[in-house]
Every structure is written in structure tokens, then in C-alpha cells.
């Protein structure tokens, strides 16, 4: 028996022979169609001249027009990097008033509708405008091999209850070859509170290295408690543990590192390196020296607030296996601003700080800031990765 899409097709292609067909034509159609479907002669003149009835969808008239909430959704989607639905849900609160304040006040029962608005209907509006990324770089990590027996490896023995115990990683920017000098960042992320901070070096030496870390510690809102990081050697050195070594006992900070070719052991850092690193730089080569000044503003100031004050994640509070897969439970969608202001562990002093400047910020207007050091810095690389002709 025929489906009806096998129907339809066969009655618009009778349909268009008719109406291309002279009278004797048309005749011998109708004859024809008679003595196959039994039905009468008029009938089938009036099917094949009627015009093709407009199919309506079934189920109530959808309540986000997307001529209406298209624009608004991609606006706020494109300015915050793009998130899943789970999340630009969790931020459209924040992110509203701030919306309004660039592109001027939405109808009352508009915004009422947006906070209402459930991911999967986020999902629906979008997905004509969803974007996929893909890259693949290099690894850049050498083992230490001289002194892994001096740091023991990390066996979940942290109180990771409390902030301030960080997993530390690097990300090569070296484009397609690690030869030669060129600029790498140190990504530092809190396991609680998602906090993460970002400095480029020249280079991967242990001076350099260590000169950011002691720079991303002074502009952590907590006291740093524990640092855990991979095999390579530019933290598995010397002059790294002789820096926290060198610290009062009641500033002391717990120095571990990861299992080797264990790359899930500091997944927390590992995910940072893509969201924060990769979607902003991508995997260009930056051989010029002057790169890391201008990285390191970006970094410090623009990137660091965009990303700890607006931008939520989910964390995994829960896992458990059934046969041969694990059934993950996240918590609510929350940026590391607000996991700060619910700890309790952090001074009080410190919160009313941050809350005082997460007033004065404007998502929509950093990430201009954010576009204009980024046009300059890629001025940098476009200008060095020329090729050169020969003469």
C-alpha cells in the first residue's frame, strides 16, 4: 500500500502533466485515470486544476516567534561565546539589562517570555545559526623526569570543599611545528569555585613560569591552598618548589602533580585550556615577543572578568555507572562570581569587593574590548607568519 508522501508526489506529477498537456491530451489523462481509480471524470478535472492546499502543523500556535526572539537570543548567544542551551538559559537573567542598555528596551511581556524560555525552545530558535568548531594542535609537554620523585602524584587527598586548590596546565600557541621560540599560556583553574586565571610567557622556562604564577596568586580573590599540575618541565623544576618550599607554614602550598599520560587527572584545567585558550587564539603560531604584553592585557583585565563574572559552567556533582556507561549528574549552570559569593570559606571583604565591580560591569561592552585587543594582536601574527619571498 502506498504512503501518503508516495501519494502526494504521484498526484503533483499527474498535476503537472495535466497542465502541460493539450485538450486530446488531457482527455486521454482523464480516460486513463478513470478506468485506474474508479473515480468520476469531474471529480478528477477538479482535483487536478485545484490549487495545492497549505499543510498546517498540528498542536497549539508556538509562543516564541522567531522573527521576534531570533535576533535578541543570537545576540546574547554570539557575545557569550556561543554556549549550550542549559547555560545561555541560566544567564539571560544577567545578561537582559545589559542587552537593553546597547540595543534599547524590550516590550515587558517579550522579556517576561525570555526569562520563561525553556532550553529546548532555545534550541529550536537557534538551530539554523548553531556553528561547529573544530582544531587539533600540538602537545607541547616534556617530563621532568629529574625530580618527579621529590612531588607525589595526586590521589584525590585534597579538600576540595574549600577554594583554593588550583590544577595548573600550559597550552603551546606554536601552529604546526614546536621548533623554535614562541609564546605558550599558563591556565590555572580553581576545582570549586571554577575560578580561572591566564597568563602568557615566553617560552615554557621555569623563571617565566613561575613569574606568572606568583602574578596569577595575587589577583586570586582566595588564598592559594594547592597546585596540581602535569609531567612537564616547566613546572616539575627546581626553582617551582623551592618557591613554595620558601613559604610560612600557615601559607603553605600543597604541590602535587598528575599520573603520566593521564590526561583525565586534571580534566578541570584541561576543559579550561579549550573554552578559555583555543576559542580565543585558536592554534596560530605566536613567534613575536611582543605578543606576550599584549596577551597578558587581554588576559588579566577583559578576559579574566568576561569570563569569572558572566560565563556559567555545570559541574559534575555526581557519577554513576550502569553496565558499561556512567549516568552523569551536573549542578545548576553558575559562573565563578556566584559559586564565590556562596562559599563561605571566602572573606567577606573580598565578596563586597567583587560585588562592587561586578555592578559596574557590562558584558556586551567588554567583549568589544575583548574584539579590539584581539584585532590588534592577530595584526601581530598575520604580519610574522607571512611568507617570505625569495630574492
Not at 57 to 67: I, L, V
Not at 147 to 158: D, E, G, R, Y
Not at 185 to 191: A, E, G
Request: proline share 5%; with cysteine; charged share 30%.
Amino acid at each position: 500500500m502506498a504512503k501518503p508522501y508516495e501519494k502526494r508526489l504521484y498526484w503533483n506529477g499527474i498535476k503537472y502533466r495535466y497542465k502541460q498537456s493539450s485538450l486530446k491530451e488531457r482527455s486521454k489523462l482523464l480516460d486513463e485515470l478513470c478506468d485506474l481509480t474508479g473515480m468520476n471524470r469531474k471529480y478528477l478535472i477538479r482535483k487536478l486544476n485545484s490549487k495545492p492546499k497549505k499543510i498546517s502543523k498540528r498542536g497549539a500556535k508556538p509562543r516564541y516567534e522567531p522573527k521576534i526572539f531570533m535576533p535578541i537570543l543570537k545576540r546574547i548567544w554570539f557575545n557569550a561565546d556561543q554556549p549550550c542551551s542549559k547555560l545561555l538559559k541560566s544567564i539571560l537573567a544577567d545578561w537582559l539589562p545589559h542587552y537593553e542598555q546597547e540595543y534599547g528596551e524590550l516590550a515587558v511581556d517579550i522579556r517576561q517570555r525570555l526569562l520563561q524560555i525553556s532550553p529546548a525552545t532555545i534550541d529550536r530558535i537557534l538551530k539554523k545559526v548553531r556553528v561547529r568548531h573544530k582544531g587539533k594542535g600540538l602537545s607541547g609537554t616534556k617530563p621532568g623526569s629529574l625530580i618527579k620523585n621529590q612531588i607525589p602524584i595526586k590521589t584525590n587527598q585534597w579538600e576540595e570543599s574549600k577554594p583554593g586548590f588550583m590544577e595548573a596546565d600550559t597550552v603551546a600557541h606554536c601552529g604546526s611545528s614546536l621548533e623554535g621560540d614562541f609564546v605558550w599560556s599558563l591556565t590555572m583553574t580553581d576545582i570549586l569555585t571554577a575560578w580561572t586565571e591566564i597568563r602568557a610567557t615566553w617560552n615554557k622556562g621555569a623563571h617565566g613560569v613561575a613569574e606568572q604564577i606568583d602574578n596569577i596568586e595575587k589577583n586570586l580573590p582566595f588564598e592559594l591552598k594547592g597546585f596540581d599540575c602535569d609531567n612537564g618541565s616547566e613546572f616539575l623544576n627546581y626553582h617551582l618548589i623551592r618557591q613554595f618550599a620558601e613559604r610560612p607554614k600557615d601559607k603553605a602550598i600543597q604541590f602535587t602533580r598528575s599520573r603520566p599520560y593521564k590526561k583525565n587527572d586534571n580534566a578541570h584545567v584541561e576543559q579550561k585550556n579549550w573554552t578559555h585558550v583555543r576559542q580565543l587564539f585558536g592554534y596560530h603560531r605566536f613567534s613575536d615577543f611582543r605578543l606576550v604584553a599584549l596577551m597578558n592585557d587581554l588576559y588579566a583585565n577583559e578576559w579574566s572578568l568576561y569570563q569569572n563574572h558572566f560565563i556559567p559552567s555545570m559541574k559534575c556533582i555526581k557519577k554513576i555507572k550502569v553496565n558499561s556507561r556512567y549516568k552523569k549528574q551536573f549542578d545548576s549552570p553558575k559562573t565563578p562570581y556566584q559559586r564565590i559569593q556562596e562559599c563561605n570559606d571566602i572573606d567577606e571583604n573580598k565578596k563586597e569587593e567583587l560585588q562592587e565591580l561586578h555592578q559596574q560591569l557590562n558584558p556586551f561592552e567588554l567583549k568589544k574590548q575583548i574584539n579590539k585587543k584581539l584585532k590588534k594582536i592577530f595584526a601581530f601574527v598575520s604580519l610574522n607568519n607571512k611568507p617570505r619571498t625569495k630574492i
